[in-house]
């Protein structure tokens, strides 16, 4: 991981993407298949939702840098994405944009958006999802959020209800709604410079 870093954090002088996918396998079809691929056409470094031991060794890497920072994450991933903001704040490191995918929290309704996040955008679905194991409120993701020391301003949420006309939009479909459909697409933040 270390070599991938140092490549990355190398090429990358004005800005720095991270991104988590979802919990399950990232190889094709699943949806997690098309955050990963992200990673491999070198926009964004791309983890899995991951362990405090690894987030710590991310926020090191991430302090380390001047460069701007981008943080995205979908479903579990998106929990992954906010610690690492909180780590981050901790070591006084602000989050230029923070891009959240239908977060699934297993322990609350409401997330807390650490005061380093200058910017951010949430796209989620209250539909549920098709995979089993996330029934009921498990299946939707989270639209309550606590904003801690910033203008809510800066903020958007957007709740996503039809990927097409007659498809209502599902948990696995969230990925590709943020990818081409939702007000920022997740393509365009992580292809500015």
Request: aromatic letters at 14%; charged letters at 20%; proline letters at 4%.
């Amino acid at each position: 991981m270390n070599t991938l870093f140092q490549n990355y954090f190398a090429r990358s002088s004005k800005k720095i993407n991270i991104g988590f996918y979802g919990l399950g396998p990232a190889s094709f079809p699943y949806v997690n298949y098309q955050l990963a691929e992200l990673g491999k056409k070198n926009l964004a470094l791309v983890f899995p939702p991951t362990s405090f031991l690894r987030l710590d060794c991310i926020a090191r890497a991430c302090k380390r840098t001047d460069s701007s920072l981008t943080i995205f994450g979908y479903s579990r991933g998106a929990i992954s994405a906010i610690n690492l903001c909180k780590m981050l704040l901790a070591k006084q490191k602000n989050v230029d944009f923070l891009y959240l995918i239908d977060p699934i929290a297993y322990f609350t309704n409401r997330l807390s958006i650490p005061e380093n996040v200058i910017q951010g955008f949430v796209c989620y679905q209250r539909n549920g999802a098709r995979t089993p194991f996330l029934f009921g409120r498990f299946g939707k993701g989270i639209a309550d959020y606590v904003f801690c020391g910033q203008k809510t301003k800066n903020f958007m949420i957007e709740q996503a209800f039809k990927i097409e006309p007659s498809r209502v939009v599902m948990h696995e479909d969230m990925v590709e709604y943020s990818l081409f459909k939702a007000k920022i697409t997740l393509v365009s933040l992580l292809n500015e410079e």
